[in-house]
């Protein structure tokens, strides 16, 4: 999870389609013009340990944009395979 935030904060599409699940991937990676990530907060894992192959993350990611400020709270599902974490969805909270 933190190294999806560190991507989407440098806007790294590369490293967010390789960490993104093939069956949930968007084509393209878009990023919003002089949005800021300013700090990640997990706030919850369920699962996700050395012997699992699915787990949940719980984040919440400040933003700026401009004078706006704000935050985006998701419920993250990630997969192992062939031992790497990949990203298959989220809810929004």
Known sequence: MRSRYTAFALEDAAYLHTSWHPST?????????????????????????PFDDEGVVEFEAFWQQDRARGTLHERSRFVREDRRWLYLDGEVQ
Not at 25 to 49: H, K, M, Q, Y
């Open 25 to 49: 991937r968007p084509r393209s990676i878009e990023f919003e013009p002089g949005l800021r990530w300013r700090t990640l907060v997990i706030v919850d894992r369920v699962a996700g340990g």
